[in-house]
């Protein structure tokens, strides 16, 4: 688990924003300091060195409680393993 940030606001969307210290992936897990899951990462945007991060959240969770608290994130598993494994499946047939 990395160190997302702190949750600041929602936005119109709906969507929670939380300051982060480092570029986030797209589509990384978030999860608060309990280890629930909160939702996904929607969107990156501001600064490179200190960029806010819109989090696409979970309809089971209320976002409001979040507010002022750290989030973690997990990186998405990387493409590069599906995509050698899908090329030697074809190459076999």
């Not at 969307?13 to 992936?25: D, F, H, N």
């Not at 973690?72 to 190459?91: C, K, L, N, Q, T």
């Amino acid at each position: 688990m990395n160190l997302l940030g702190t949750a600041l606001h929602i936005s119109r969307s709906g969507r929670l924003i939380a300051r982060s210290r480092r570029l986030v992936p797209l589509l990384s897990k978030v999860y608060d300091s309990k280890l629930n899951e909160i939702g996904v990462v929607a969107d990156v945007f501001g600064p490179i060195k200190a960029p806010y991060v819109a989090i696409k959240v979970k309809e089971s969770v209320n976002p409001r409680n979040c507010i002022g608290s750290r989030l973690y994130y997990r990186p998405p598993p990387s493409r590069a393993g599906r995509r050698s494994r899908v090329r030697s499946r074809r190459r076999k047939k």
